[in-house]
DNA sequence: CTGAAAGCGCTAACAA
DNA sequence: TTGTTAGCGCTTTCAG
């Protein structure tokens, strides 16, 4: 934990004016490819430039311009699937337009959602996308910073409508009662959700559940929106123990369906919004034996290569990913830029994917 | 397009000195927790920063001190599962550290790789994690400025053995020959290895493989030479068209297995070394009506949670991707912090996880 | 078309 | 313990 390392500094803009004949200035305007230069001495600072094996000190240029070409993105967990295919989009459409990108995950903690834009806002980022934390849906005191400082902010996957900034979201709602109304369109009546909002007082009834997901800022409330909705539109009454009320890992979904399943009213189709919460009704399923879709229909969320090679292959609601990622760069990109558009919400459609895994209820 | 944002500027050292009424050094010793300071003008700064709310300016902190606190990671691509996995660990370690993380994806382009490395220079990181680009295991000549430089660099996944520099990487080799170990132990003499290297021209025998493979770069190629050794100790004879050849996506893999199940001497068994391989043979096995692990036995390379409630659950070997981007950090950030230990290999196991997807082989 | 010079906000060496 | 000062490398007026 010591000695030094050598670095062989790099050249700088006054060494390749020394070398060429010439001022600082010219060398910066050639290399900057403004103002005007002679071709002549163009030449000759290019050619210096290039013998020199000049490279220009961003963090210098950043010092007066104010800029980083740098974006922060801030979201739940880069190791998710979900998400590592949206920063894969963004990251794609911001290195196009010469910009790189620093990710933050937060675990779904505010705490770290604020310290993330904290790091951010430090780091002088051009512009910065969230996918804020699941949880109320109230105030973002630490975008106040993010604002005042006039640092472009898209929201990402999930929308806080107490925040003016543009965002990118999916049709959770409209996709998810599709999604409900194909499972009913077999017959189901009796569905099971997989995840609901954590809680140990579950709703009383439908009007409760609505009220509680108004305050909610989740993208899984947006779904269970959409389930009520087809519910309510084929007259299927709503049924609290239908929804589970746990934790989000797959062991507790496992574990909530297996509750389900032990009902004497049981589900005879379930719904789960998120990759562990079909595997965690997969995996019940496997522990009592029971088999998809002839003893329960599945439908689940985000579609992959393991979804469609399952026996049976499943039925997913298949967000697109990376033009989420790609669509909400060149948003934030376009506010970088100076657009002074209208804050405007882009609603992407996620689609549903019929494969197997749905079968007509049993009567 | 056009107009100004207000920006409220962030209040600069001079601004907290004058509120403060003392000199710049001063408040920048404070702040800074350097030096000394007098508990009462150390008071009084602290205040006035806090009323003014001063923020440092990491770019100008930067420009002087030389470090950036970021980390540079270049890998294949960020959507894949296996390098979003290993990115969450670098990025919880570095966080951990203070630093961030900058992500770049190759897309096994060794033209991207290079330009993802002149990016991370230029932005000035303390230190670069790299997952080479697949390909020939020659010299990176983009890597010398790196090291020219002296920025710390630390190979990840793959050994390049021409860079001297540490490494983090898996015991593919083992691992793998465990693996097909398990299933010659059930019986299995006819093999399949989904992938291969990409050629027109298969190895006639298996040391002309070992040639090939001696010369690239690449984890499935030590997954092969595993396999290869697993067959060697078994004495089984190597037979070239039961290994792929074709380029790496699901789609080639479902088609090259729909060849090797054509043959008249098919294998039982196949080793899939990535999860896209894994899910094409799982296509190719539906599309053929053949049943696993009653017609054809499978080993998947890296766990998801999907692997374990498939019909049936998947035999894999399981690499620990968040533990690998861990120590890769905690390696980089050592040399950032001027560790002259003497470069080193760190060699995680991969685990192999046996499941119900292997059945003794049909007589 | 070109050069000189100011200054971005901070750190660090030196004086007081 | 404090303040003064000199840069870090670049961009950008402003003269020439």
Redesign the pocket.
């Known amino acids: 934990m010591s000695t030094e390392r050598e670095r062989t500094?790099?050249p700088?803009?006054?060494e390749v004016?020394e070398a060429a004949?010439?001022?600082?200035?010219?060398v910066?305007?050639t290399?900057?490819g403004?103002?005007?230069?002679?071709p002549?001495?163009?030449d000759r600072i290019l050619a210096a430039a290039k013998e020199l094996g000049?490279?220009?000190?961003s963090i210098?240029?950043s010092?007066?311009?104010g800029e980083t070409r740098t974006l922060g993105v801030v979201l739940a967990d880069v190791g998710n699937p979900f998400f590592a295919g949206v920063l894969r989009g963004i990251s794609d459409a911001a290195r196009e337009a010469g910009y790189d990108v620093i990710v933050l995950s937060t675990d779904e903690s505010v705490e770290q959602e604020a310290a993330a834009i904290e790091v951010l806002v430090d780091k002088q980022v051009d512009g910065i996308a969230l996918a804020p934390a699941a949880g109320r849906r109230e105030t973002l005191p630490h975008l106040d910073v993010v604002a005042k400082r006039g640092i472009p902010l898209v929201l990402l996957d999930r929308l806080v409508d107490t925040v003016a900034a543009d965002a990118v979201v999916i049709n959770n709602r409209e996709a998810s009662r599709e999604a409900v109304e194909a499972l009913i369109a077999q017959g189901h009546r009796r569905i099971g959700f997989v995840w609901g909002p954590v809680t140990n007082e579950p709703a009383a009834d439908a009007d409760d559940l609505r009220r509680i997901l108004d305050h909610a800022l989740w993208s899984d409330g947006e779904r269970l929106l959409g389930y009520l909705d087809a519910l309510e539109r084929a007259g299927i009454p709503f049924d609290t123990s239908l929804v589970t009320h746990v934790l989000k890992n797959e062991q507790q979904a496992t574990r909530a369906v297996l509750g389900m399943l032990a009902l004497s009213d049981a589900p005879t189709a379930i719904f789960a919004t998120e990759t562990d919460a079909l595997t965690g009704a997969l995996r019940a399923m496997r522990q009592r034996g029971l088999l998809c879709p002839e003893d329960i229909s599945l439908i689940g969320f985000d579609d992959s290569s393991w979804a469609s090679v399952m026996t049976p292959p499943m039925s997913v609601v298949a967000q697109p990913m990376h033009r989420l990622g790609v669509l909400t760069a060149e948003c934030l990109l376009a506010r970088v830029a100076g657009s002074d558009a209208p804050v405007a919400t882009h609603v992407l459609e996620a689609s549903f994917i019929a494969r197997d895994s749905v079968a007509p209820a049993a009567r």
Chains 1, 2 share one sequence.
Not at 34 to 38: D, K, L, Q, T
Not at 54 to 57: E, G, K, L, Q, V
């Open positions: 500094p790099s700088t803009i006054s004016a004949g010439v001022g600082r200035a010219t910066a305007r290399l900057g403004y103002g005007s230069v002679s002549k001495t163009r000049y490279r220009p000190n210098a240029r010092m007066t311009t």
